[in-house]
């Protein structure tokens, strides 16, 4: 290195001292280098979108991975057409294991190496809670956060960030308000998962409980690393509970629902969103010890036949045959994930030339009952610039053993 700078170092000096033996030029006149400036060619628009992505493609929540690998067959399909507004977009989406310091130095090098203008629908509430200041104090769109934590609603403090998902807190309540309605007197028994998104789901559920004679029995909370979650199982079970909450990610909702049969326990179920996909948890769960399960939902199931002259629902079949083949059509997840591309190209053409992370999120803020196609009926995306909130409807479904079947209307 101190070769290459010594030589560095030589050349400059060299042209230095050539420039002194050259002719003094002449001063501009005035205003000659404002018309020059005026008069020369504009730069070129960029041709390419550049953005970045950190996604747990290894560790506990690797289920979510399927998200980043169905993103890149969308947008590879989507530049070969040309792209939005004449533009490719690159994805440069990393590997984080679901491991916030591994996520702070992931995200480092989008910024700082691959200069990225946005970090787009990265997982998981622990990661972006530990990137959240780092790219709003670069002044990097952390856009579409793939978690329902409150946190991503605050565009006073963190004018860079908005989520995507159904707010946690909004998720909880509706849980508890379905639950009252059905069993005022429950006795609840509650797995969440030791972070703000299995505490945020739990504080909702206890704000819609408030003061009524339904109540939380026991609580059992578990890691992320942590291998099993059985012993807390057979604790919750102890409680003589009628009702379980399970506020787990995919790899442990999976087992509490087994385990739950296993126990031969019996209590009405709820289930949290985030682990509501037929074929990454209820089919490894089995299907028949997850009837009956309570969630809510947003997106059309793509293998039930009431959809088999939708559109929207055919056109995602074929892409998962023709650009997608490695990923599975039952799986929740890339329903999520086709619908959450879509979300982010509708934002871009939005932008039109102005690609900066300000018009990006402006953009994001300014959503109006906008529904991705595999959105179910009646549920729209709104936000504003005071209102990052982006779900203002949620619809409660039961599982029959097959598919989810809705049984009310949507709630606000």
Not at 162 to 176: D, L, M, Q, V
């Amino acid at each position: 290195m101190s070769r290459v700078s010594s030589l560095v170092l030589a050349g400059l000096l060299a042209s230095a001292g050539f420039a002194c033996r050259k002719a003094e030029p002449a001063a501009p006149a005035p205003g000659e280098a404002e018309q020059k400036a005026a008069e020369a060619p504009a730069a070129a628009p960029a041709k390419e979108i550049v953005l970045g992505q950190i996604m747990p493609y290894s560790g506990p929540a690797s289920a979510y991975g399927t998200i980043g690998k169905l993103h890149q067959a969308y947008f590879a399909k989507l530049n070969k057409a040309g792209g939005v507004n004449g533009r490719t977009i690159k994805l440069i989406s990393l590997d984080d294991s679901y491991s916030p310091p591994k996520a702070v130095e992931q995200v480092r090098k989008l910024v700082e190496q691959e200069h990225v203008v946005g970090v787009f629908n990265a997982v998981g509430t622990p990661s972006n809670s530990a990137i959240q200041k780092y790219l709003n104090d670069k002044k990097v769109a952390q856009l579409f956060v793939s978690s329902g934590a409150t946190k991503w609603a605050d565009p006073t403090h963190f004018p860079y960030t908005i989520g995507f998902n159904p707010s946690y807190r909004i998720e909880g309540k509706t849980y508890a308000q379905d639950l009252l309605k059905k069993n005022p007197k429950a006795k609840v028994a509650v797995l969440f998962q030791n972070d703000d998104f299995g505490k945020d789901v739990l504080a909702g559920f206890k704000e819609g409980l408030g003061d009524s004679k339904a109540k939380i029995v026991a609580e059992a909370s578990y890691e992320a690393t942590d291998p099993t979650i059985d012993s807390q199982m057979v604790t919750l079970k102890g409680s003589k509970a009628d009702t379980f909450l399970n506020i787990a990610t995919p790899k442990f909702a999976a087992q509490a629902i087994r385990k739950v049969a296993d126990l031969k326990w019996k209590p009405a179920q709820y289930l949290a969103n985030v682990s509501a996909s037929v074929g990454s948890v209820l089919t490894p769960a089995g299907l028949d010890k997850s009837k009956g399960i309570i969630t809510i939902i947003y997106l059309k199931d793509t293998t039930d036949k009431q959809w088999d002259n939708d559109p929207a629902v055919n056109e995602f079949r074929e892409f998962m045959k023709t650009d997608f083949p490695e990923g599975k059509i039952t799986d929740g997840i890339n329903i999520y994930a086709y619908a959450t591309a879509e979300t982010l190209v509708h934002v871009l053409k939005a932008c039109g030339d102005d690609l900066s992370a300000e018009n990006l999120i402006k953009q994001a803020a300014s959503l109006k009952d906008y529904a991705p196609g595999l959105f179910l009926t009646g549920v729209k995306l709104n936000t504003s610039p005071t209102d990052f909130e982006t779900f203002d409807q949620l619809q409660l479904a039961q599982f029959d053993g097959t598919t989810w079947v809705a049984n009310n209307a949507p709630s606000k």
